[in-house]
């Protein structure tokens, strides 16, 4: 397996026991989202798809918080030292497309990603949030989309991902009015899965993190892409789509692994091929 690093300091990444560990790493500004961390993270998510061995992907924010949405202070430098409202709208498109380039390389990875969150999760950090396939949090994170404080109206998918996991209604609501909300909200919503205690985040974590990483990657693979298609396809297309992935999928190891295991009782020993 080829070494995955990161171009930047903006995002630290380790990859270990088949676990790619991806921290952004801009603590004393919550981890504000800038063009650097966006290529970043975009370098690694690439680097992620072309590795077999990598079997699970863990988002989270180093320091106290997860992300505390966009660099707002580059937005207002930018402000200050742009007059050119053309060359503006130019650099802020282009930062964007970058942005969500990266999201839709995640929700078409092929691996699972979990997000690890704490503290502040705003605006970008939703966004970012909901492009995972799983959220866990600590009972002392709070969240809000924010844009709109900005004047603003959302970007980076959150517009895509909000109705399909909280309802139309709410998704006005979050977006419209941009209030705080808890952690036990956020589960009740549908935003995040599991909340844990600070102090258990950590180990409650990292056990479903192994869960993932010593699955059956190619099983979950196809399992992604079929929840993925699934709001956009008929009830037809989904079923047959449905039948080709699970007969793809009996022709790898870990079926024949999986059916052994259970004839015999014993729990499975995925290889993730």
Known sequence: MAAITSPSETIFVDVKDNVCWISFNRPDSLNALNSELVNALDHIITAVGDQDDIRCVAIQGAGDHFMAGGDIKKFKVM????????????????????????????????????????????????????ACDLVVASEKSFFTLAYCHLGVSPDGGSTYHLPRMVGMKRAFEIALLGNRFDAAT??????INWVFSTEELEAK????????????????????????????????????????????????PDFTEGVAAFIEKRKPKFEGR
Request: proline share 3%; net charge neutral; with cysteine.
């Open 79 to 130: 402000l200050d030292t742009e007059p050119d409202m053309t060359a503006r709208r130019h650099e802020f498109e282009r930062l964007l497309h970058n942005v969500h380039e990266v999201i839709f390389k995640m929700r078409k990875l092929r691996q699972p990603i979990i997000a690890i969150v704490k503290g502040a999760v705003a605006g970008a950090g939703v966004s970012l949030m909901m």
């Open 186 to 191: 956020a589960e009740k919503w549908g935003l």
């Open 205 to 252: 974590a990292y056990k479903i993190v192994s869960s993932l990483a010593t699955g059956p990657t190619h099983a979950h693979a196809h399992a992604k892409a079929l929840l993925n298609a699934s709001l956009d396809n008929t009830i037809n297309t989904q079923l047959d789509n449905e039948i080709t992935s699970f007969v793809d999928c009996t022709a790898t």
